[in-house]
């Protein structure tokens, strides 16, 4: 079974509208990453969590690790369509990281 | 600041071909990564250097990927020979460090194999 699930695996959102993109881990986080691929490209980092509750934004994205840290929230407030991508959250594993299937965001103009 | 720089693109061949991939990563990342991504899955490690010492090669198939950074630069990733299920995006990633917060991609290279 997959160690880090992310929810929804696809979101189509209105232009302007807010969103919430879940990543939940079967183990402790001690490191979670949030990155973004555009499509056919490589990863892009956004930000690192590391401490439970800790809360950091970039932008118009907040990403929090909540504080039992088997779970990771990404926010984005009113979305743009150069927000449309996939974002993948990963798990800090002995200086490695742990992939999830990432979300597909589509921006509706 | 040049970023991690990756060839081919793209790259088609017959299954029991062989293929390469090069990657140059971000000068004085002493770290770099191959990833390997199956569509609509997330970046698997293959392969992770420290300079020119590998650190971790345990989910590399080694009866067919091999892969090398000789001078502790850039670093190439063979797979001899291609099976179908080799189809992917290949990503070489560089940090600072091993253990730095932040990995830098390539853009990758899509192999598909027929």
């Known amino acids: 079974s997959q160690e880090l699930e992310q929810s929804p695996q696809s979101l189509i959102v209105q232009e302007g509208k807010n969103l919430t993109i879940n990543c939940t881990s079967s183990?402790?986080?001690?490191?979670l990453y949030w990155y973004k691929q555009k499509y056919g490209e490589g990863l892009i980092f956004l930000m690192m969590?590391?401490?439970?509750?800790e809360e950091k934004s970039h932008e118009k994205i907040t990403a929090k690790l909540d504080e039992k840290k088997q779970q990771s929230s990404l926010h984005i407030t009113a979305s743009q369509p150069s927000h449309a991508g996939i974002y993948l959250c990963?798990?800090?594993?002995?200086?490695?990281?742990?992939f999830g299937k990432g979300t597909r965001l589509h921006i509706l103009p | 600041e040049a970023g991690v720089a990756q060839s081919p693109r793209y790259k088609i061949i017959e299954k029991r071909q062989s293929v390469a991939f090069w990657c140059n990563p971000i000068?004085?990342?002493?770290?770099l990564y191959w990833y390997q991504q199956i569509l609509g899955q997330g970046p698997k490690l293959l392969i992770q250097?420290?300079?020119?010492?590998?650190?971790?090669d345990s989910q590399l198939p080694k009866d067919r990927f091999s892969a090398e950074r000789l001078k502790g630069v850039d670093s190439t990733l063979k797979i001899q020979p291609a099976k179908l299920e080799d189809s992917a995006v290949y990503l070489c990633?560089?940090?600072?460090?091993?253990?730095?917060?932040?990995?830098?991609f390539g853009p990758g290279t899509r192999l598909t194999v027929l």
């Open positions: 250097f420290q300079n020119n010492g590998v650190v971790d």
């Open positions: 990963g798990a800090d594993r002995d200086d490695k990281i742990i």
């Open positions: 969590l590391q401490k439970g509750g």
């Open positions: 183990k402790t986080l001690y490191g």
């Open positions: 000068s004085g990342h002493a770290t």
């Open positions: 990633a560089s940090s600072f460090t091993s253990g730095a917060p932040e990995q830098f």
